[in-house]
């Protein structure tokens, strides 16, 4: 007697490939051009030259290790291979310079919706770029733009998550402020399904909401940082007052002690 045995393909939903991630993703433009590489520099780096060199609207460049990887102010982004979502997204909207901050809320709102989705923990964010877990950071988001004359060539969206990360593993000045998915969650979380999700919700938002219209209303409701004191550095000097607003561009209302508003974008 013959007994059948059945073998059953396992996929695996943490190892990354351009196929797979295309693979049932469903968006029109996002991802639909994926530069997957197991090292690079840096992901905004590589975003940068293929953006230069035509690549359309949507491109992502994902990697699973960055050997120099970028934040703001000047400082790096540091993750170990495959513990994370390092990601850049090329962009080519119609929006003058001072509009370009949508596109950073607008992730910054996909990356909240997709780690609520994909986890069922409750995402904040923090003015300007970053997404928070119970506060502890989870997320940063690099845009970088570059002009054709006064006209916005393209933008590059850098977005970092911290999937399965020990913070433990972060530099110093960074395991007290820094989370990961894996650590709120208390178990591993497959990277495959929330770069899909996080994908699909960017592509929902920027072609039906679109970026004529701000999205600041929502993303003033996610910001953890607003009703309180607050430090801006990146200014000169730092400035120091009480978050009250954001106002339609993004840029953070800040009262200061001797009661006068201050913009900081
Ligand atoms: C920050 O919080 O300062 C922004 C961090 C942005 C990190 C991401 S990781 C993918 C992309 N490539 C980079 O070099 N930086 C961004």
Request: net charge neutral; aromatic share 4%.
């Given at each position: 007697?013959?007994?059948?045995?059945?073998?059953r393909a396992l996929v695996d939903l943490n190892t990354l490939s351009a196929c797979k991630?295309?693979?049932?993703?469903?968006?029109?433009?996002?991802?639909?051009?994926?530069?997957?590489?197991?090292?690079?520099?840096?992901?905004?780096?590589?975003?940068?030259?293929?953006?230069?060199?035509?690549?359309?609207?949507?491109?992502?460049?994902?990697?699973?290790?960055?050997?120099?990887?970028?934040?703001?102010?000047?400082?790096?982004?540091?993750?170990?291979?495959?513990?994370?979502?390092l990601m850049s997204l090329v962009f080519r909207p119609e929006l003058s310079a001072h509009?370009?901050?949508?596109?950073?809320?607008?992730?910054?709102?996909?990356?909240?919706?997709?780690?609520?989705?994909?986890?069922?923990?409750?995402?904040?964010?923090?003015?300007?770029?970053?997404?928070?877990?119970?506060?502890?950071?989870?997320?940063?988001?690099?845009?970088?733009?570059?002009?054709?004359?006064?006209?916005?060539?393209?933008?590059?969206?850098?977005?970092?998550?911290?999937?399965?990360?020990?913070?433990?593993?972060?530099?110093?000045?960074?395991?007290?402020?820094?989370?990961?998915?894996?650590?709120?969650?208390?178990?591993?979380?497959?990277?495959?399904?929330?770069?899909?999700?996080?994908?699909?919700?960017?592509?929902?938002?920027?072609?039906?909401?679109?970026?004529?219209?701000?999205?600041?209303?929502?993303?003033?409701?996610?910001?953890?940082?607003?009703?309180?004191?607050?430090?801006?550095?990146?200014?000169?000097?730092?400035?120091?007052?009480?978050?009250?607003?954001?106002?339609?561009?993004?840029?953070?209302?800040?009262?200061?002690?001797?009661?006068?508003?201050?913009?900081v974008l």
């Amino acid at each position: 007697m013959w007994s059948r045995i059945e073998t059953r393909a396992l996929v695996d939903l943490n190892t990354l490939s351009a196929c797979k991630i295309q693979a049932g993703l469903g968006t029109r433009f996002i991802g639909r051009t994926v530069v997957y590489r197991a090292e690079v520099g840096s992901t905004n780096d590589e975003a940068r030259r293929a953006a230069r060199a035509g690549a359309p609207e949507g491109t992502l460049v994902i990697a699973d290790y960055q050997n120099q990887g970028r934040g703001r102010l000047d400082r790096g982004w540091v993750a170990p291979p495959g513990s994370g979502l390092l990601m850049s997204l090329v962009f080519r909207p119609e929006l003058s310079a001072h509009q370009v901050q949508r596109l950073t809320m607008l992730c910054g709102l996909a990356v909240a919706d997709a780690i609520e989705r994909q986890t069922g923990l409750e995402a904040g964010l923090k003015w300007p770029n970053d997404v928070v877990i119970a506060g502890s950071k989870v997320c940063g988001i690099l845009s970088e733009i570059e002009f054709e004359g006064p006209k916005v060539s393209f933008a590059v969206v850098g977005i970092g998550i911290n999937v399965n990360l020990d913070p433990v593993l972060l530099p110093a000045d960074l395991r007290l402020t820094a989370t990961s998915l894996s650590r709120e969650v208390g178990a591993e979380v497959a990277r495959l399904p929330l770069l899909q999700a996080l994908l699909q919700r960017i592509e929902e938002r920027y072609s039906t909401i679109g970026l004529a219209h701000s999205l600041h209303r929502e993303w003033a409701a996610r910001l953890v940082t607003l009703g309180k004191a607050v430090t801006v550095s990146g200014t000169m000097p730092a400035l120091e007052g009480m978050a009250e607003n954001v106002n339609v561009d993004g840029a953070l209302l800040v009262r200061l002690a001797d009661g006068t508003l201050e913009k900081v974008l």
